[in-house]
Nanobody
Framework: VQLQASGGGLVQPGGSLRLSCTAS????????IGWFRQAPGKEREVVSC????????TYGDSVKGRFTISRVHSRSTAYLQMNNLKPEDTAVYYC?????????????????WGQGTQVTVSS
């Protein structure tokens, strides 16, 4: 029973990446999904979250208009499409899943956290 984040890599400024967060051993139906990131020396911060029914989506101020969160329920997978990437987007990106508790909190003790995937934006 785990979440696995993938899709990170090295990309030039202005480029795009799509991150995936896949559940194994359980279904993501009924769970909200969040993407969070942590850069070296900085606290973990909110990137984006989507509610269990896709009715609510939250974005961090620094990624609004550039990133899009989505999910495919039948695949138990959530995605983070990242466009127009900037060097300040460089961080380890984590996904998390929860069915109750605090909304979109990078410090919450959610039951499921992915292992993180590194995103590096550099020329």
């Amino acid at each position: 029973v785990q979440l696995q984040a993938s899709g990170g890599g090295l990309v030039q400024p202005g480029g795009s990446l799509r991150l995936s967060c896949t559940a194994s051993g359980f279904s993501l139906r009924g769970y909200a999904i969040g993407w969070f990131r942590q850069a070296p020396g900085k606290e973990r911060e909110v990137v984006s979250c989507i509610s269990y029914n896709d009715g609510t989506r939250t974005y961090g101020d620094s990624v609004k208009g550039r990133f899009t969160i989505s999910r495919v329920h039948s695949r138990s997978t959530a995605y983070l499409q990242m466009n127009n990437l900037k060097p300040e987007d460089t961080a380890v990106y984590y996904c998390a899943a929860w069915s109750s508790g605090a909304w979109c909190d990078p410090e919450a003790d959610y039951p499921y956290w992915g292992q993180g995937t590194q995103v590096t934006v550099s020329s």
